[in-house]
């Protein structure tokens, strides 16, 4: 599987110069499900995904010569990508049904030329924190929403809001700090 992202990453490579149609291509046919799928849990409407879909190609094919391998995989890349364009329909949409997003679309990552074990380490902490903190971890540093907005949406006073969410980093420092301090004991 690993050989198979890297013939991919390479092929990408050497397209995006010469055959840039070819290689939007190569990353629609390779990455085009997962990216249906990501998009898919966060909007829900086909139509809104459709228009994702094509909306992120869209960023990809003006931006295919500004990936670089030294920042990201190619898969982050392009989940990057997908996952913002799907953030920035639904709010125009004004369809704000605040959802928790399904911790599948974390487990994508795991298509990702090279994996990052620190995100999904980070991610393994986050899910294990209280729902409350867990939830407005999610919101606001996953899906993006202000903490005004999740005040708004679930009636809880701001105050609150940055209380928990003061709380929820201060745990994740400490649970982070603690599996750093067990992996050099190693």
Known sequence: ??????AVLNQFMELREAHPKQALKLLMDTYGDAMNGIVGKILIREDLVEDALQIGFTKIWKNLQ??????????????SIFRNTAIDILRKE?????????????????????????????????NSLDTKYKDLIELIYLQGYTQ????????????????RISTAIKLLRNAL??????????
């Not at 990201?72 to 989940?79: A, E, H, I, K, M």
């Open 148 to 163: 005004q907005e999740v005040s708004d949406e679930f009636k809880i006073p701001l105050g609150t809001i940055k209380t």
């Open 66 to 79: 500004e990936y670089s391998p030294e920042k990201s995989s190619l898969f982050t890349w392009l989940l």
């Open 94 to 126: 004004n369809n704000r049904k605040i959802q928790a997003i399904d911790s599948s679309v974390y487990d994508s990552i795991n298509f990702s030329v090279q994996p990052n074990i620190g995100d999904s380490g980070l991610m393994q902490k986050i």
């Open 1 to 6: 599987m690993k050989d198979q992202k890297e």
């Open 177 to 186: 700090n603690l599996l750093i301090i067990f992996i050099i004991a190693r």
